[in-house]
């Protein structure tokens, strides 16, 4: 075999692996397949107290179990104080953000709704949140 026919072989060989290697990396980055996340249905809206009946408190109430899918709660306190919290792993780390947000506006702050997910809110043995 000649320098020259070694050579060109070398050269369609690296531009055969170039293309499979450019083909590999379109796919990867245009999206290529992906495991499927868990279908989130419905959620259960477990209510612990009564609705807030300010307005805008009402409002937010009424939105985060409309929206609310993963883990959610809805805290009030004294006066016009609240606070929610959504898309948490666990309804701990949704009850302890509600918490907080409601006790920077006021005192005496408790859940009065959580939202937990229909579904297991694992996938391949990682939480989501």
């Known amino acids: 075999m000649t320098p020259?026919?070694?050579?060109?072989?070398?050269?369609?060989?690296?531009?055969?692996?170039l293309a499979a290697?450019?083909?590999?990396?379109?796919g990867l980055l245009l999206g290529g397949p992906k495991a499927a996340l868990p279908d989130i249905a419905v959620p259960v809206v477990t209510r612990i107290g009564p609705a807030p009946e300010n307005n805008q408190a009402a409002r937010d109430h009424a939105g985060l179990i409309e929206q609310g899918r993963y883990h959610a709660a809805f805290a009030v306190g004294?006066?016009?104080?609240?606070?929610?919290?959504?898309?948490?792993?666990?309804?701990?780390?949704?009850?302890?953000?509600?918490?907080?947000?409601?006790?920077?506006?006021?005192?005496?702050?408790?859940?009065?709704?959580?939202?937990?997910p229909a579904t297991d809110m694992t996938h391949e043995g990682q939480a989501l949140s």
């Open 4 to 17: 020259d026919v070694l050579q060109n072989r070398l050269k369609a060989m690296l531009a055969a692996v």
């Open 21 to 26: 290697m450019a083909i590999i990396m379109a």
């Open 78 to 116: 004294d006066g016009a104080a609240y606070g929610w919290s959504d898309n948490y792993a666990t309804a701990d780390m949704a009850d302890a953000a509600a918490l907080a947000w409601c006790r920077d506006a006021g005192e005496n702050c408790r859940i009065v709704t959580r939202i937990a």
